[in-house]
């Protein structure tokens, strides 16, 4: 089955840039998504489609795929980016969503 | 706007079955636009599809869970729900309902979600 596989842990100093990669194999062929969650609360999408951001999210928030790496990319970072952000695809070999573990951002 | 709103037991006991409902509003679970999907997370721990429905009641199901998941729609009650058989505390987890767009397979509206314990 395919697997999306994110680094448990990112931290950045506000204002600077955090990436988030989201690896999997031949990954660059899907379309990726990006959802962070905050504690206790759902979570948003912040990217679809590898690179476009739904209204109403920050043109902070960018992502990026080729390869076998996916990456959301935050600029200029604050204390609110803070939270859990999780990558997603469809794999139609298995007919399933996949998410990836999960990375959490930290400001410092 | 379209909001989701899951509801049901927030505990089960071992052995039984878990059911839940998502109830939509401001919006029709009849649009052709969308699948309706079941999502799970347990505390401290990422995210699980569980399975999706299409208002023509087709459905796709996470391969490990396959053998005990169903899901079903109510188009005249604009709900869907879940239940999941031969419950353990393994499923204990936040569950949230979500609306994915077709052909793009992303999750653009989640309700706020529903812990549920496996406990007896």
């Known amino acids: 089955s395919y697997v999306l596989t994110q680094p448990p842990s990112v931290s950045v100093a506000p204002g600077q840039t955090a990436r988030i990669t989201c690896g999997g194999n031949n990954i660059g062929s899907k379309s990726v998504h990006w959802y962070q969650q905050k504690p206790g609360q759902a979570p948003v999408l912040v990217v679809y489609?590898?690179?476009d951001r739904p209204s109403g999210i920050p043109e902070r928030f960018s992502g990026s795929n080729s390869g076998n790496t996916a990456t959301l990319t935050i600029s200029r970072v604050e204390a609110g980016d803070e939270a859990d952000y999780y990558c997603q695809v469809w794999d139609s070999s298995s007919d399933r969503v996949v998410f990836g573990g999960g990375t959490k951002l930290t400001v410092l | 706007q379209v909001q989701l709103q899951e509801s049901g037991p927030g505990l089960v006991k071992p052995s039984q079955t878990l059911s839940l409902t998502c109830t939509v509003s401001g919006g029709s679970i009849s649009s052709g636009s969308y699948y309706w999907s079941w999502i799970r997370q347990p505390a401290g721990k990422g995210l699980e599809w569980i399975g999706r429905i299409y208002t023509s009641g087709s459905t796709n199901y996470n391969p490990s869970l396959k053998s005990r998941v169903t899901i079903s729609v109510d188009t005249s009650k604009n709900q869907f729900s879940l239940k999941l058989s031969s419950v353990t505390a393994a499923d204990t987890a936040v569950y949230y309902c979500?609306?994915?767009?077709?052909?793009?397979?992303?999750?653009?509206?989640w309700g706020q979600g529903t812990m549920v314990t496996v406990s007896s």
């Open positions: 489609d590898d690179s």
């Open positions: 979500a609306r994915e767009v077709i052909a793009a397979a992303f999750f653009d509206i």
